[in-house]
């Protein structure tokens, strides 16, 4: 039987693609090489939205060529342009010595057909078609995954994006925006919560311009969805937002929802108009205050995450100055803060002329996030001493019979805690005692809860 790995950069989209490209290798008849094994099959899912997410992804393909030499080893994400090997592809990734195939993401189900093409792998193919009868699956959507945690489970509901942010390879990478059927992602979502599933977390480059028969319905598939705690749905979550599609009535089916979380990550990028138009982001700062002040005025309790690019070309000490402002009112929970890098083949990386010293830049990256823990701390601070609801992803043996257990409240906190069994996937009641960083720390209140935890056993 052959064996496969696959290897996953960047973001959870990525990973929902991997349980994808996992179950057809599975319905192939390959199986998961273990950890000491050496596959016969490597994928790369790749990231391209730095470039430093792309050299480090070419260079993990270069050392699993020295390690596995007699491996097939394909790519797939965010870096492929084209589909197929050195005989009918000119992506340019077929260039590299360490690679033989390619597949855009949306190709998945033509993986099988690529493999047969190579030596030892000609049984491949007809196993899948076997499997199908019909042979292949055009849309990729269609492919069940291979869920890694049945408990948290991520559902993608559009490809693509149409924003063409300046410093963004992802619409020439992934294509323009396509929304999945309505129907489509519903079953998918019901099938996954009668498996087991106790949260979804619903993905696209931009979840909330999702379209369906035409119009942007975005707030009508969270109804939707939010039906299925009937049958034992707890949370949904999504990501990633953009501004310029919050809508209000996003917010108002939230704040109704059974199984909403009173989380959202909604980028920023900057807290300057003349940054946002030179990032190509289509809104002001003033329209992104305003979805803030909604947010919290309906949902008061609401955690909010954002990213940020500080050092964008061309920013000044007044438009940092601004940013800064813009944290200190927006009191982040969280902020996925990112030094400009220019990535190649975008508007953004020819802007050399207003490039900023990458030493200016790292000072200006240190006293935001100054800002930012400042406002995160204090709000988990206010955590402690209340009963937060946690979804177990973790759970650690440690000496003395007891499991240190991760996961996170419906606020999106990280939090630790210990008990005398594993509950992964179990949502249980903690009460904070501490916080350590961005991290919480709490006792289990059930009847059986853990021994008083041991000073640094807890992995961070």
């Not at 929902?16 to 008849?29: F, I, K």
């Not at 000609?122 to 292949?136: H, I, Q």
């Not at 509950?423 to 059986?448: A, F, H, M, P």
């Amino acid at each position: 039987m052959k064996s496969y790995r696959i290897q996953t950069f960047g973001c959870q989209m990525n990973y929902s693609d991997s349980e994808r490209v996992t179950s057809v290798l599975d319905r192939c008849g390959l199986c998961l090489a273990g950890e000491n094994d050496s596959p016969d099959v490597l994928i790369f899912n790749t990231c391209s939205v730095r470039q430093r997410a792309e050299d480090k992804a070419v260079g993990a393909m270069r050392d699993a060529r020295k390690q596995f030499p007699a491996a097939r080893i394909g790519v797939t994400g965010c870096m492929v342009r084209q589909t197929g090997t050195a005989a009918d592809s000119r992506d340019q990734l077929l260039k590299l010595d360490s690679v033989d195939f390619t597949f855009r993401i949306e190709d998945a189900a033509r993986l099988p057909k690529i493999l047969s093409s190579f030596s030892g792998f000609e049984n491949v193919l007809p196993e899948f078609e076997n499997f199908f009868g019909t042979g292949e699956i055009e849309n990729y959507f269609r492919i069940a995954p291979k869920v890694k945690n049945p408990a948290q489970v991520f559902v993608p509901i559009t490809q693509g994006c149409d924003k063409f942010c300046t410093y963004c390879i992802v619409p020439y990478t992934r294509g323009r925006e396509i929304s999945r059927p309505i129907g489509e992602i519903l079953d998918e979502c019901e099938n996954l919560v009668r498996a087991g599933a106790r949260e979804i977390t619903l993905l696209g480059q931009n979840v909330n311009s999702f379209v369906s028969d035409g119009e942007k319905s975005f707030p009508e598939l969270l109804k939707k969805v939010d039906e299925l705690h009937k049958i034992g749905l707890s949370r949904t979550r999504f990501t990633s937002a953009h501004p310029q599609d919050f809508t209000d009535e996003v917010v108002d089916v939230l704040a109704k929802m059974k199984t909403a979380c009173p989380y959202v990550h909604l980028p920023v990028q900057h807290g300057s108009d003349r940054m946002l138009r030179a990032m190509n982001r289509n809104y002001s700062v003033e329209k992104y205050e305003k979805i803030i002040s909604n947010l919290r005025k309906k949902i008061p309790n609401c955690t909010l995450a954002t990213d940020v690019i500080v050092g964008f070309p061309g920013e000044t000490e007044d438009d940092f100055w601004q940013l800064c402002e813009v944290a200190r009112r927006m009191r982040f929970d969280f902020s996925y803060t990112a030094i400009f890098s220019p990535r190649k083949n975008t508007p953004a990386s020819r802007m050399k002329k207003d490039f900023i010293p990458q030493e200016q830049k790292r000072e200006r990256f240190h006293a935001f996030d100054t800002i930012v823990k400042d406002s995160a701390f204090a709000r988990r601070e206010k955590f402690i001493g209340q009963t937060l609801e946690i979804l177990v992803e973790s759970s650690q043996p440690q000496l003395g019979g007891t499991f240190l257990n991760g996961g996170r409240s419906r606020e999106f906190l990280e939090t630790y805690f210990l008990s005398d069994q594993s509950l992964i996937g179990k949502e249980v009641s903690v009460k904070i005692t501490g916080r350590k960083g961005y991290v919480l720390d709490g006792d289990w209140v059930g009847k059986n809860k853990g021994k008083q935890k041991p000073a640094g056993l807890r992995a961070v």
